[in-house]
């Protein structure tokens, strides 16, 4: 990492107001531009994977129902916003390299039943970062991880938020 962002370096993303940052890193955690407001307050940072550090601290040492809010903030997989074309752009480009935008009539109605049976078990919908799985390899973690308790779901939740924000962030680097 060479601490640059879109052309602009770290010393210029550490001297942006609160809401300039907010406006350029507000998106990075999903519908949650609270996560980038508060780690505002940790700069100066050093390069981008200590600003996605600083954010994830953030979103670990939040109030359990500000981590509940985060979870819920995340669309279905193959849901009814994906179907709506309601999702954040970074969701859409996140689930369509999966191939979960072109699923079969059968995987749609397994993926709505897994959808349907996590949220009504866990009370947020089942999140993975789906660049790095395969479809078949995110439809086996659905099933296995749908035999967890509550507690271990929302510790999952948030580690798979982490690989997809670093991702996102890192992606940043190269626009």
Known sequence: MHGRLSGVDIGRINGLTQAEFIGL????????PWVAEQAWHMRPFDDLDAIHQGMAE????????????LLRSHPDLAGREAQEGKMT???TVEQASAGLNALSRAEMDEINQLNAEYRRK?????????????KPGIF??????LGNN????????????FAITLLRIRALECT
């Open 58 to 69: 953030v979103a670990k040492n939040a109030p359990r129902e500000w981590q509940l809010r």
């Open 122 to 134: 866990h009370g947020f919908p089942f999140i993975i970062a789906v660049r790095e799985h395969t």
């Open 25 to 32: 890193l507000g998106g990075i955690f999903e519908n949650s």
């Open 89 to 91: 752009d970074s969701s």
């Open 150 to 161: 509550t507690e271990t779901e929302v510790e999952n939740a948030l580690q798979q938020i």
């Open 140 to 145: 086996m973690e659905f099933r296995r991880r």
